[in-house]
């Protein structure tokens, strides 16, 4: 698949949570060809500084209108030039970057944490209409703006918090065991911190189901050239998460 680079106008660059914004693009190029899991390098603005471009997995896109949507938390200064940007303003983009999501199983079970969610409301639009169901987690309920764009989509949705203000108190992990008790589910994708998707890839592994993971390492090129992120693989050798992933099977790089 072409990876293109490109300059896509801002349709909107709107808040939708505390420090998290969503970014819509127009990119008809990028709309139509890009699929669950894949990613945006982002240049954030137009100087040298900072010099790399900023990841962002790909939360939707609507080829009709030719637009694809990111949603990112402003954490440092890259995703803060971006959050500047308005309407009309332009940004230079590559993608579709990373490969997608095997679309696989009839009744999939979607794990998310933090803004690991984004690129799992992509992957629930392109799974339906196969019964969904997913566990999201996050710090509080401020930060839990994501059961709106989930609940047209999902036929079960199970939410923890850190501090009990949405949901379950706790974390994800708290609940998986008991969701996976009655075995319902024969295929999970998770995406968040490192921590959460180990603990989703053991339960998976010791009920027997296939498990992606999609993973959110540091990058630079974005292509494969700079081997700045790779991680170590099940079988000795290393894998580049940007262009062998960012989406793997988690027996492939969890062990
Ligand atoms: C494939 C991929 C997809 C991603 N998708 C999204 C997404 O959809 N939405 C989103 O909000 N973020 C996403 N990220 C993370 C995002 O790229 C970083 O938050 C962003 O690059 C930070 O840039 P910055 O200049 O604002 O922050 P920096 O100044 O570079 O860093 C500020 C803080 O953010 C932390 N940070 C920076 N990069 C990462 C990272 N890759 N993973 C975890 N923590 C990081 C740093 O530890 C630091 O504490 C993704 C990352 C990857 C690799």
Not at 42 to 52: E, I, M
Not at 184 to 194: A, E, H, K, N, S
Not at 215 to 220: P, T
Not at 221 to 230: D, H, M, R, Y
Request: neutral net charge.
């Amino acid at each position: 698949m072409p990876k293109m680079v490109l300059e896509a106008q801002i349709v909107s660059n709107i808040e939708i949570g505390v420090n998290v914004k969503e970014l819509v693009l127009y990119t008809p190029e990028i709309a139509v060809q890009a699929v669950p899991g894949q990613f945006l390098h982002v240049r954030v603005n137009n100087s040298y500084h900072p010099l790399l471009r900023r990841p962002l997995s790909i939360s939707n896109t609507d080829g009709e209108a030719g637009t694809v949507s990111t949603i990112y938390r402003v954490v440092g200064q890259g995703t803060a030039y971006l959050a500047a940007l308005h309407a009309r303003d332009s940004v230079n983009v590559m993608g579709p970057l990373g490969n997608g999501f095997a679309l696989k199983g009839q009744r999939p079970l979607l794990v998310g944490g933090g803004m690991g969610l984004a690129p799992l409301v992509f992957l629930a639009g392109a799974l339906c209409p196969r019964p969904i169901e997913i566990l999201m987690g996050g710090r509080t309920k401020e930060e839990m703006f994501w059961e709106d764009m989930f609940r047209t989509m999902c036929t079960g949705i199970h939410i923890t918090t850190d501090d009990g203000t949405l949901g379950r108190c706790g974390v994800t992990l708290d609940v998986l065991p008991d969701l996976l008790k009655n075995n319902v589910f024969d295929m999970i994708y998770t995406c968040g911190p490192r921590i959460m998707m180990e603990g989703v890839a053991k339960l998976a592994r010791e009920h027997n189901i296939p498990c992606q993971v999609s993973l959110e390492d540091y990058m630079a090129c974005g292509i494969g050239g700079c081997l700045s992120c790779t991680c170590a693989t099940s079988n000795g050798s290393r894998k580049k998460v940007c262009a062998d992933g960012p989406v793997f099977w988690a027996q492939e790089v969890i062990s």
